[in-house]
Protein backbone atom coordinates (compact mmCIF):
# COMPACT_ATOMS: atom_id res chain seq x y z
CA UNK A 1 0.00 0.00 0.00
CA UNK A 2 1.16 3.42 -1.07
CA UNK A 3 0.12 6.83 0.93
CA UNK A 4 1.58 10.54 0.53
CA UNK A 5 0.38 13.09 3.09
CA UNK A 6 2.10 16.14 4.03
CA UNK A 7 1.86 18.33 7.12
CA UNK A 8 3.90 21.35 8.65
CA UNK A 9 4.09 23.28 12.43
CA UNK A 10 5.30 25.63 14.15
CA UNK A 11 5.46 25.87 18.10
CA UNK A 12 6.75 28.41 20.61
CA UNK A 13 7.59 26.81 23.85
CA UNK A 14 9.35 28.59 26.74
CA UNK A 15 10.60 28.09 30.51
CA UNK A 16 10.96 30.41 33.15
CA UNK A 17 12.96 29.21 36.65
CA UNK A 18 12.87 31.55 40.25
CA UNK A 19 15.39 31.00 42.46
CA UNK A 20 16.01 31.93 46.10
CA UNK A 21 19.53 31.30 47.82
CA UNK A 22 19.03 30.69 51.37
CA UNK A 23 22.44 30.77 52.08
CA UNK A 24 25.65 29.72 51.04
CA UNK A 25 24.63 26.26 51.31
CA UNK A 26 21.26 25.68 50.39
CA UNK A 27 18.50 26.62 48.17
CA UNK A 28 15.13 26.89 46.63
CA UNK A 29 14.10 27.08 43.44
CA UNK A 30 10.40 27.07 41.22
CA UNK A 31 10.46 26.01 37.61
CA UNK A 32 7.57 26.22 34.63
CA UNK A 33 8.61 24.66 31.12
CA UNK A 34 6.46 23.53 28.36
CA UNK A 35 7.92 21.22 25.72
CA UNK A 36 6.63 19.99 22.49
CA UNK A 37 6.76 17.01 20.32
CA UNK A 38 6.39 17.58 16.26
CA UNK A 39 3.61 15.39 14.96
CA UNK A 40 3.79 13.21 12.24
CA UNK A 41 2.95 9.66 10.27
CA UNK A 42 2.58 6.29 11.78
CA UNK A 43 4.49 3.80 9.19
CA UNK A 44 1.46 1.28 9.67
CA UNK A 45 -1.55 2.25 7.48
CA UNK A 46 -4.61 -0.16 8.49
CA UNK A 47 -6.33 0.10 5.34
CA UNK A 48 -6.95 2.23 2.60
CA UNK A 49 -9.27 5.00 3.78
CA UNK A 50 -7.01 5.26 7.37
CA UNK A 51 -5.90 8.31 9.16
CA UNK A 52 -1.98 7.58 9.70
CA UNK A 53 -1.20 11.17 10.67
CA UNK A 54 -0.69 12.18 14.38
CA UNK A 55 -0.50 15.47 15.27
CA UNK A 56 1.86 17.28 18.06
CA UNK A 57 2.31 16.44 21.76
CA UNK A 58 2.50 19.22 24.06
CA UNK A 59 3.53 19.06 27.87
CA UNK A 60 3.19 21.42 30.86
CA UNK A 61 5.87 21.05 33.54
CA UNK A 62 5.97 22.41 37.10
CA UNK A 63 8.72 22.11 39.53
CA UNK A 64 9.84 22.95 43.18
CA UNK A 65 12.42 21.81 45.31
CA UNK A 66 15.39 23.02 47.43
CA UNK A 67 19.27 21.79 46.93
CA UNK A 68 21.67 21.44 50.24
CA UNK A 69 25.08 21.13 51.53
CA UNK A 70 25.47 20.62 54.53
CA UNK A 71 28.66 19.08 56.80
CA UNK A 72 30.92 21.15 55.34
CA UNK A 73 30.16 19.88 52.19
CA UNK A 74 30.25 15.82 53.14
CA UNK A 75 26.43 15.94 53.01
CA UNK A 76 24.27 16.61 49.89
CA UNK A 77 20.03 16.31 49.66
CA UNK A 78 17.90 17.22 47.01
CA UNK A 79 14.16 17.39 46.87
CA UNK A 80 11.89 18.01 44.42
CA UNK A 81 8.11 18.08 43.86
CA UNK A 82 6.89 18.11 40.18
CA UNK A 83 3.62 17.70 37.81
CA UNK A 84 3.72 17.20 34.13
CA UNK A 85 0.61 17.53 32.06
CA UNK A 86 1.00 15.98 28.64
CA UNK A 87 -2.41 16.84 25.73
CA UNK A 88 -2.40 14.97 22.57
CA UNK A 89 0.12 12.10 24.14
CA UNK A 90 1.69 10.36 21.21
CA UNK A 91 1.48 6.02 21.94
CA UNK A 92 2.32 3.43 19.76
CA UNK A 93 -0.54 0.58 19.97
CA UNK A 94 -1.09 -2.55 18.55
CA UNK A 95 -3.29 -3.20 15.43
CA UNK A 96 -5.78 -5.75 15.81
CA UNK A 97 -5.06 -8.63 13.54
CA UNK A 98 -3.04 -11.66 13.91
CA UNK A 99 -0.15 -10.19 12.22
CA UNK A 100 1.58 -7.83 14.73
CA UNK A 101 1.70 -4.15 13.67
CA UNK A 102 1.82 -1.14 15.80
CA UNK A 103 0.18 2.33 14.76
CA UNK A 104 1.65 5.82 16.53
CA UNK A 105 -1.03 8.02 17.35
CA UNK A 106 -2.47 10.79 19.71
CA UNK A 107 -4.05 8.51 22.25
CA UNK A 108 -4.73 10.20 25.38
CA UNK A 109 -4.20 13.45 27.83
CA UNK A 110 -2.34 12.29 31.26
CA UNK A 111 -1.32 13.52 34.31
CA UNK A 112 2.15 12.71 36.10
CA UNK A 113 2.96 14.20 39.66
CA UNK A 114 5.00 12.84 42.26
CA UNK A 115 8.07 13.17 44.97
CA UNK A 116 11.68 12.45 44.12
CA UNK A 117 14.57 12.73 46.36
CA UNK A 118 18.22 12.04 46.36
CA UNK A 119 21.63 12.46 49.16
CA UNK A 120 25.32 11.74 48.99
CA UNK A 121 27.22 11.68 52.18
CA UNK A 122 30.96 11.32 51.86
CA UNK A 123 31.39 9.74 55.82
CA UNK A 124 35.11 10.17 55.53
CA UNK A 125 38.01 9.70 53.34
CA UNK A 126 37.37 6.36 52.36
CA UNK A 127 33.07 5.68 52.62
CA UNK A 128 30.41 7.05 50.14
CA UNK A 129 26.78 6.46 51.12
CA UNK A 130 23.73 7.47 48.68
CA UNK A 131 20.08 6.55 48.68
CA UNK A 132 17.57 8.14 45.94
CA UNK A 133 13.52 7.71 46.19
CA UNK A 134 10.50 8.42 43.29
CA UNK A 135 7.28 8.65 44.29
CA UNK A 136 4.72 8.62 40.96
CA UNK A 137 1.46 8.88 40.43
CA UNK A 138 0.40 8.69 36.86
CA UNK A 139 -2.14 8.41 34.77
CA UNK A 140 -4.32 8.86 31.83
CA UNK A 141 -7.12 12.41 31.99
CA UNK A 142 -8.74 10.60 28.90
CA UNK A 143 -8.12 7.61 26.64
CA UNK A 144 -10.94 7.22 24.73
CA UNK A 145 -11.32 4.66 21.73
CA UNK A 146 -9.00 1.94 23.47
CA UNK A 147 -9.48 -1.14 22.34
CA UNK A 148 -10.89 -3.61 24.90
CA UNK A 149 -9.07 -6.42 26.01
CA UNK A 150 -10.30 -9.44 27.83
CA UNK A 151 -9.42 -8.70 31.83
CA UNK A 152 -9.03 -5.02 31.04
CA UNK A 153 -10.68 -2.94 34.27
CA UNK A 154 -13.21 -0.92 32.25
CA UNK A 155 -16.58 -1.60 30.98
CA UNK A 156 -16.82 -0.76 27.27
CA UNK A 157 -18.77 1.78 25.37
CA UNK A 158 -22.10 0.34 24.50
CA UNK A 159 -22.09 1.91 20.92
CA UNK A 160 -18.34 2.03 19.74
CA UNK A 161 -17.54 -1.03 21.83
CA UNK A 162 -13.96 0.60 22.70
CA UNK A 163 -12.74 1.61 25.97
CA UNK A 164 -11.84 4.47 27.91
CA UNK A 165 -8.79 3.92 30.00
CA UNK A 166 -8.99 7.32 31.84
CA UNK A 167 -8.16 7.13 35.61
CA UNK A 168 -5.42 3.78 34.54
CA UNK A 169 -1.74 4.05 35.56
CA UNK A 170 0.32 5.08 32.38
CA UNK A 171 1.89 1.89 31.01
CA UNK A 172 6.06 1.64 32.12
CA UNK A 173 5.30 4.24 35.16
CA UNK A 174 6.15 2.16 38.59
CA UNK A 175 4.63 4.12 41.66
CA UNK A 176 8.25 3.59 44.05
CA UNK A 177 11.29 3.50 43.06
CA UNK A 178 13.89 3.49 45.09
CA UNK A 179 18.47 2.68 45.37
CA UNK A 180 20.93 2.48 47.57
CA UNK A 181 24.85 2.52 47.14
CA UNK A 182 27.92 2.08 49.17
CA UNK A 183 30.96 2.98 47.81
CA UNK A 184 34.38 2.78 49.19
CA UNK A 185 38.20 3.11 48.31
CA UNK A 186 41.58 2.60 49.89
CA UNK A 187 44.87 3.98 48.72
CA UNK A 188 48.09 2.47 48.58
CA UNK A 189 46.83 -1.37 49.69
CA UNK A 190 49.70 -3.23 48.33
CA UNK A 191 52.46 -1.41 46.57
CA UNK A 192 51.00 1.47 46.05
CA UNK A 193 47.74 0.25 44.48
CA UNK A 194 44.33 0.70 45.35
CA UNK A 195 41.09 -1.20 46.36
CA UNK A 196 38.11 -0.05 45.74
CA UNK A 197 34.30 -1.29 45.56
CA UNK A 198 30.85 -0.16 45.11
CA UNK A 199 27.29 -1.83 46.15
CA UNK A 200 24.09 -0.65 44.30
CA UNK A 201 20.65 -1.57 45.11
CA UNK A 202 17.77 -0.69 43.41
CA UNK A 203 13.87 -1.59 43.78
CA UNK A 204 11.45 -0.66 41.24
CA UNK A 205 7.18 -1.49 41.75
CA UNK A 206 5.31 -3.38 39.28
CA UNK A 207 3.78 -1.47 36.29
CA UNK A 208 2.17 -2.60 33.52
CA UNK A 209 4.38 -2.75 29.59
CA UNK A 210 1.12 -2.96 27.55
CA UNK A 211 -2.07 -0.58 27.66
CA UNK A 212 -4.18 -4.18 27.51
CA UNK A 213 -3.71 -4.10 30.93
CA UNK A 214 -4.11 -7.79 31.04
CA UNK A 215 -2.21 -9.62 33.89
CA UNK A 216 0.39 -11.34 31.94
CA UNK A 217 1.46 -7.82 31.08
CA UNK A 218 2.50 -6.62 34.26
CA UNK A 219 5.93 -6.58 35.42
CA UNK A 220 5.96 -7.35 39.46
CA UNK A 221 8.58 -5.74 41.41
CA UNK A 222 11.71 -6.71 41.73
CA UNK A 223 15.22 -6.02 43.38
CA UNK A 224 18.21 -6.02 41.53
CA UNK A 225 21.94 -6.02 43.00
CA UNK A 226 25.07 -4.89 41.22
CA UNK A 227 28.61 -4.54 42.19
CA UNK A 228 32.03 -3.69 41.46
CA UNK A 229 35.73 -4.17 42.81
CA UNK A 230 38.24 -2.28 41.37
CA UNK A 231 42.19 -2.06 41.53
CA UNK A 232 43.57 1.12 40.73
CA UNK A 233 47.24 1.53 39.77
CA UNK A 234 49.60 4.38 41.80
CA UNK A 235 49.43 6.48 39.24
CA UNK A 236 45.72 6.21 38.59
CA UNK A 237 46.42 5.48 34.90
CA UNK A 238 45.20 1.95 35.19
CA UNK A 239 42.04 0.39 36.54
CA UNK A 240 41.27 -3.30 36.67
CA UNK A 241 36.74 -3.88 37.72
CA UNK A 242 35.42 -7.18 38.51
CA UNK A 243 32.18 -6.15 37.31
CA UNK A 244 28.49 -7.95 38.34
CA UNK A 245 24.82 -6.54 37.16
CA UNK A 246 22.15 -8.34 38.29
CA UNK A 247 23.56 -10.33 40.72
CA UNK A 248 20.70 -12.02 42.42
CA UNK A 249 19.72 -13.19 38.24
CA UNK A 250 16.52 -11.48 38.88
CA UNK A 251 13.99 -12.37 36.16
CA UNK A 252 11.29 -10.27 34.47
CA UNK A 253 9.71 -9.12 31.61
CA UNK A 254 11.09 -5.57 30.76
CA UNK A 255 8.49 -5.25 27.57
CA UNK A 256 5.39 -7.27 26.85
CA UNK A 257 2.75 -6.95 24.51
CA UNK A 258 -0.31 -9.57 23.42
CA UNK A 259 -0.03 -10.89 20.09
CA UNK A 260 -3.25 -12.73 19.33
CA UNK A 261 -3.10 -15.69 21.55
CA UNK A 262 0.80 -15.18 22.36
CA UNK A 263 2.50 -12.90 24.20
CA UNK A 264 5.71 -11.17 22.79
CA UNK A 265 8.02 -10.62 25.16
CA UNK A 266 11.98 -8.56 25.81
CA UNK A 267 12.73 -10.36 29.41
CA UNK A 268 15.75 -8.39 31.22
CA UNK A 269 19.50 -9.19 30.88
CA UNK A 270 20.11 -11.76 33.09
CA UNK A 271 23.39 -12.03 35.45
CA UNK A 272 26.56 -10.59 34.29
CA UNK A 273 29.78 -10.76 35.26
CA UNK A 274 33.08 -9.05 33.15
CA UNK A 275 36.58 -7.97 33.89
CA UNK A 276 37.26 -4.42 32.44
CA UNK A 277 40.65 -3.24 31.88
CA UNK A 278 40.51 0.80 31.45
CA UNK A 279 43.75 2.83 30.87
CA UNK A 280 44.19 6.45 30.89
CA UNK A 281 47.22 8.36 28.75
CA UNK A 282 47.88 11.69 30.45
Not at 2 to 17: I, L, N, Y
Not at 109 to 119: K, L, N, R, V
Request: hydrophobic content about 40%; aromatic content about 12%.
Amino acid sequence: MVASDSRSESKFTGAVTLQWDVSDSAMLYANYSQGHKTGGFSDRIEGPEANFEYDDENVDSFEVGAKASLLDGALALNVALYRIDIEGLQLSTQIPGEIPAFSVSNAADSTSQGIEFDSTWALNSVWTLGANFAYTDAEYDSFPGAECYPGTPVVPDAETGTCNLAGLPLIFAPEVKAALFADFQVDDVFAGWGVGGRLDISYSDDFYTDISYQDNVLTESFTLYNAVLRLVSPSENWTVSLIGKNLSNEDYCAWCIPSGPNILAAMNPPREIAIQFRARFD
